[in-house]
């Protein structure tokens, strides 16, 4: 499991231009008030599980790459981050494009444009690649496949002979979704018998300048947190320099209700 990389992504929920009406100083009140917003904003990801081991990843759009077990018989399954989109490539490049009005370009740049559509041959999926795997069962478990009696089943062969199995491309539009809750549908592929694991590249999050005002909010409270309790947020200090860090121990209660909304839990 994994996220775009882009080592120039800087998440910033609440633009410069946002920080008065979120009851934020000003650059001239505040020299360094948005490099504060961004470390709320990276603390924000963090905390709500968006971002992966290597630290990529954000409540923006963001392409994740996921390998996901199906429950045995069933080609149903939730990815584990929600919500998902389709990305129209228009959009993405406007967005890509459009330092101005406040919209930070980086931002988009966790993500890639979507092609293809879903099963309706309408909607935009939030898939770019998707691929299955047909899994060996446990020893003393048995292999049984819809044609086992009419004939030589080369999955029924591979199960007791063959390597570790090998992923096969699934059509996207052949797929459906839920962009709320995360719920996917897949197609039986050979012989009708159901995936074991499907790996899948998809789209998740929200616009960079759309972002829910709960977590714009969540995202000033932080701040102004922050701002408030400088003693408690010392690190380390030295001549002529004193060092404060973002800790979760700035995400009290009232931030708490604001994103836990959004929080991530990831547990197979």
């Known amino acids: 499991m994994g996220a775009f990389f882009n080592p120039n992504f800087i998440p910033t929920f609440i633009y410069e231009s946002e920080l008065v009406t979120y009851g934020l100083p000003t650059p001239s009140q505040e020299p360094t008030i948005m490099a504060k917003v961004q470390s709320s904003s990276a603390l924000i990801d963090q905390y709500c599980g968006r971002t992966d081991v290597n630290g990529n990843g954000s409540l923006v759009w963001t392409t994740y790459t996921e390998r996901i077990s199906l429950p045995e018989g069933r080609n149903i399954q939730r990815v584990a981050y929600r919500p998902l989109v389709g990305i129209p490539l228009s959009t993405f490049n406007a967005y890509a494009a459009s330092a101005a009005s406040g919209i930070q370009a980086a931002q988009t740049l966790l993500a890639s444009g979507n092609t293809m559509t879903a099963a309706d041959g309408v909607t935009l999926s939030p898939f770019i690649t998707i691929s299955g795997r047909y899994g060996y069962g446990r020893r ?104 404060h860090t973002f800790s979760l121990d700035l995400i009290d209660v009232s931030i708490q209700h604001l994103i836990d909304p959004f929080k991530t839990v990831i547990a197979r």
């Open 140 to 243: 003393g478990q048995q292999q049984v496949y819809p044609d086992l009696n009419y004939g030589a089943n080369i999955l029924q062969i591979a199960s007791y002979f063959g390597g570790p199995p090998n992923f096969t491309p699934i059509a996207v539009t052949n797929t459906d979704f839920n962009p709320i809750n995360g719920e996917f549908w897949v197609p039986a592929g050979l012989y009708l018998s159901s995936y074991t694991e499907i790996q899948m590249t998809y789209n998740s999050g929200f616009p960079p300048n759309q972002l829910p005002p709960a977590v714009k909010q969540a995202c000033a409270l932080l701040v102004q947190n922050y701002l408030s309790r400088p003693a408690s947020n010392l690190t380390s200090f030295g001549v002529g320099s004193v060092h």
